[in-house]
């Protein structure tokens, strides 16, 4: 085994200095107790999902192997949460036209308007400056 790798159980001496650019991240690393960070951002993030022949691409796939799904049983609810910034009318839509459910519900339009939720949250509070609108 390399001298300089890293096991369960070994200590590990970092020299903040040599961090360079990242040395802020050294003290959060200490202070959450982590022991191994792989420092910077994936602009690309990718996450298995499994092998080649269980994937899907595009609506249409996506669409039709949940609808597939669906006629195994007298009911069938499909439930979708997305990432944000992802463009949900779009996933919506896309879904609706393979599925041809008998009902669409969007969470977004069982929001309340900020007026409405401070009218029903006020007696619970007070007169908090930070809860003033």
């Given at each position: 085994m390399?001298?300089?790798?890293?096991?369960?159980?070994?200590?590990?001496?970092?020299?903040p200095?040599?961090?360079?650019?990242?040395?802020?991240?050294?003290?959060?690393i200490l202070l959450l107790g982590l022991a191994c960070v792989r420092l910077g951002y994936e602009q690309r993030?990718?996450?298995?999902?499994?092998?080649?022949?269980?994937?899907?691409?595009?609506?249409?796939?996506?669409?039709?192997?949940?609808?597939?799904d669906a006629r195994r049983g007298d009911r069938c609810v499909v439930a979708v949460e997305c990432y944000p910034g992802v463009h949900?009318?779009?996933v919506r839509d896309a879904l609706a036209a393979a599925l041809a459910p008998a009902k669409v519900v969007a969470a977004e339009d069982a929001l309340l308007s900020p007026g409405d939720l401070s009218r029903d949250l006020a007696a619970y509070l007070g007169d908090d400056p930070v809860f003033a609108g």
């Open positions: 390399h001298d300089r790798a890293w096991t369960p159980g070994r200590r590990v001496r970092i020299e200095a040599a961090l360079g650019d990242d040395a802020p991240l050294y003290g959060a993030p990718v996450v298995p999902v499994g092998r080649e022949d269980e994937v899907r691409s595009g609506w249409a796939e996506v669409g039709a192997t949940i609808a597939a949900s009318g779009e």
